[in-house]
């Protein structure tokens, strides 16, 4: 599967897209309207009022929508749930609906305005808007009730502390959050578009702060958070470049903040307004006279791709919305030379066609995660296939991973660059390579699924399959597993600060400590099971160091921590009273852990 495909509209195009939106469907009472074919000039775009038509969110259940399928949307219950004997339930409609919260909503951000203006003296409230109702998306993946995490107010937000210094903020956000996303425009840019042309940032800005703040401990944001929201919940967003930038960058915040809902929808808002404003074409960048501007552009729509790909993985979704959407959006740069002189930029044909040159081109770190990315697509649907299915399926999947990595010119094959510094967009792509991995191997490996990895959130699918354990390929999976999880983990080892890498690979590293763990559980003894340990401490610490900062990274330690306790409590396999290897279901190692407590007591 390639990355170059005809932008026109196709029949299939359509068909891919409308399972998520609707076309030409206004709400009664609202003129109908299209999306228009030619993309707006995106300076153009901040001055215009949003269409009320065009696309919009499809009327699909929960269920039809998380396994892509149509959607009869009938009440209360669809007709394919109701074939399928499934439980059918929809996402409240933000269309029409009046947040009963309001007025008070309206009267507490004039005075926040009115007593803390944002900086450049401009007023960042519409006097007379109405909130949307947050808080609606209804997320068709649910974390174990066991581990609920905190509310906002009592864990990821900060209640008490001093208010941030604006520039102080920044500082934090560009020394932290945007090396490993570097979508916003580089700080000396940013800076200057905030003297020249503040309103157009008036919904960014807020959102940078905001995770800005959640890198000082001693920086109330709370308010801060609560202020970002309120702008994004606001109806008649402009239809741009900055507010779709916004969006990505809340969604990626509130779902590293443990609120997955929220920073679903959010994120989803952001992949249909770029949509609608056909940001998925190179007109839309191409026709910013600002190269770097263009430069940013470019690199918010395939921020959005990697984040959605990201989260439909950590989520274990089958796919993601735009891998099926079509696009010819050119590839951004290296992040030194989106500092300095934007290049012209490559295109994704030119990539497709790398491999068949004599003197193979090296194209952007970026590039280089989209592709990972791309080919994500591919495997998350493959933990819903059967044995007899799976095997055939893992094997071209492995193919692909290991193609990606063998093509990788010599300069990428590290995460090192040539200043010496750590590449944080380079650091995720090897980062997602090593937990692919880990997801399409472990099913067919001897490192068994135990059934108390069910309280973690990270852990993959239970297995419906039983390993066949004289099956001669075991063996080649389950090195393969543990290869790939000792390298995701011993990516942390860098000497760099970890907060410094993305909360999007908190994922990563707790699914391989599990593998890990498993293999401490059922495979490894002697001097490689107390190794192995030393790699499952490495990756605790690691999300003990993210959770200073992420809400997700602290449950998610907690969850690991729980399994740990469970599986150490027991002897290594080989030694005096261990356990043995044990079939899939893992229900022999619950009655040792049960009768290993018991002796205890």
């Not at 800005?212 to 919940?233: K, M, V």
């Amino acid at each position: 599967m390639g990355f170059l495909r005809p932008l026109s509209r196709t029949n299939k195009e359509e068909e891919a897209m409308s399972l998520f939106f609707d076309f030409n469907t206004a709400p009664s009472g609202e003129p109908q309207t299209s999306v228009s074919s030619e993309a707006n000039s995106p300076t153009e775009s901040r001055e215009s009022t949003p269409r009320p038509g065009g696309i919009r969110v499809s009327l699909a259940c929960i269920p039809c929508r998380s396994r892509h399928v149509k959607c009869g949307a009938e009440m209360p219950n669809c007709g394919r749930c109701v074939q399928d004997d499934k439980p059918c339930f929809y996402a409240k409609s933000r269309r029409g609906m009046r947040d009963r919260n309001a007025p008070r909503k309206r009267a507490n951000m004039k005075e926040t305005t009115r007593v803390n203006p944002i900086p450049g003296g401009h007023n960042i409230y519409s006097n007379n808007s109405l909130a949307y109702s947050s808080h609606n998306s209804s997320e068709s993946y649910s974390r174990p009730s066991s581990e609920a995490s905190a509310s906002p107010e009592s864990s990821s937000s900060k209640l008490s502390g001093r208010q941030g210094n604006p520039k102080h903020l920044l500082d934090l956000y560009y020394n932290y959050f945007h090396k490993a996303h570097p979508f916003v425009l580089p700080r000396y840019c940013f800076l200057a578009r905030l003297d020249t042309d503040s309103e157009s940032l008036k919904y960014l800005l807020p959102v940078m702060q905001y995770i800005g703040s959640l890198y000082a401990p001693d920086i109330s944001s709370f308010d801060l958070r609560e202020t970002a929201l309120n702008q994004l919940d606001m109806p008649g967003l402009p239809p741009n470049g900055f507010t779709v930038l916004a969006l990505l960058l809340m969604g990626i915040a509130l779902h590293s903040e443990d609120e997955f809902g929220q920073g679903r929808s959010l994120l989803d808002r952001g992949i249909y307004m770029a949509l609608e404003i056909r940001m998925n074409s190179r007109t839309f960048a191409n026709m910013e006279r600002d190269p770097v501007l263009a430069e940013s552009w470019r690199r918010t729509y395939w921020g959005l791709y990697i984040t959605d790909a990201m989260i439909s993985g950590i989520t274990r979704s089958p796919n993601f919305i735009l891998h099926s959407i079509e696009s010819n959006v050119e590839l951004p740069c290296e992040e030194y030379d989106y500092d300095g002189i934007i290049p012209r930029p490559h295109t994704l044909s030119e990539y497709e066609t790398r491999d068949f040159e004599d003197d193979e081109p090296v194209f952007s770190s970026f590039t280089y995660l989209i592709d990972i990315c791309r080919i994500s697509g591919t495997i998350l649907g493959l933990q819903n296939l059967g044995i007899k299915d799976l095997e055939p399926a893992v094997a071209n999947a492995d193919a692909m991973l290991v193609n990606w990595k063998l093509h990788l010119p010599r300069e990428k094959q590290g995460v090192v660059d040539r200043n010496e510094d750590v590449d944080e967009v380079l650091f995720q792509a090897h980062n997602m390579l090593q937990w692919l991995m880990v997801l399409i191997h472990r099913p067919l490996s001897r490192l068994y699924h135990c059934p108390i990895e069910s309280i973690s959130s990270s852990a993959p699918p239970f297995p419906s399959h039983e390993i066949n354990n004289k099956n001669r390929s075991l063996w080649l999976h389950t090195k393969k597993c543990l290869e790939a999880s000792e390298i995701a983990v011993n990516l942390y080892t860098l000497p760099i600060p970890i907060l410094q890498h993305s909360p999007l690979g908190i994922h990563g590293v707790a699914l391989s400590t599990l593998a890990n763990l498993s293999a401490c559980a059922y495979v490894l003894h002697g001097a490689e099971w107390h190794r192995t340990r030393d790699r499952i401490r490495l990756g605790l610490g690691g999300l003990k160091k993210m959770g200073e900062v992420w809400a997700t990274s602290r449950r998610t330690e907690r969850e690991t921590k729980r399994i740990v306790r469970g599986v150490f409590s027991l002897p290594p396999p080989g030694e005096m009273g261990g356990h043995s290897i044990v079939p899939a279901n893992g229900q022999n190692l619950l009655q040792t852990m049960s009768s290993v407590r018991a002796k205890g007591r």
